[in-house]
């Protein structure tokens, strides 16, 4: 099983990014995808998670600015990050989850500079 991060990167307040999971080994169409971040100190949080069926639930601080969507043809999921803050850097790391199952990828850097 691979989770591979990617998008990641160094950008002004206000700017857009967005990053990309690719999966492989998984049946992905059957998995739960979220996105989780950890700032330096802090423990890794939920950000954005999206359900087989496409159901989709966001932190409240990213609600209205990120956007989680995925790509069963491709098994990869992605977010769309907007209007981004300096409170929004951190280490990205996309999850998958079935039942007991859980993978998580090696993560990717956002830095919002002010």
């Known amino acids: 099983v691979q989770l591979v991060e990617s998008g990641g990167g160094l950008v002004q307040s206000g700017a857009s990014l967005r990053l990309s999971c690719a999966t492989s080994g998984i049946i992905f169409r059957l998995y739960t995808m979220g996105w989780y971040r950890q700032a330096p100190e802090n423990e890794r949080e939920l950000v954005a998670t999206?359900?087989?069926?496409?159901?989709?639930n966001y932190a409240d601080s990213v609600k209205g600015r990120f956007t989680i969507s995925r790509d069963n043809a491709k098994n990869t999921v992605y977010m769309q990050m907007n209007s981004l803050k300096p409170e929004d850097t951190a280490v990205y790391y996309c999850?998958?989850?079935?039942?007991?199952?859980?993978?998580w990828g090696q993560g990717t850097q956002v830095f919002v500079s002010s």
């Open positions: 999850k998958a989850a079935w039942g007991k199952a859980e993978h």
């Open positions: 999206m359900t087989s069926g496409g159901s989709t």
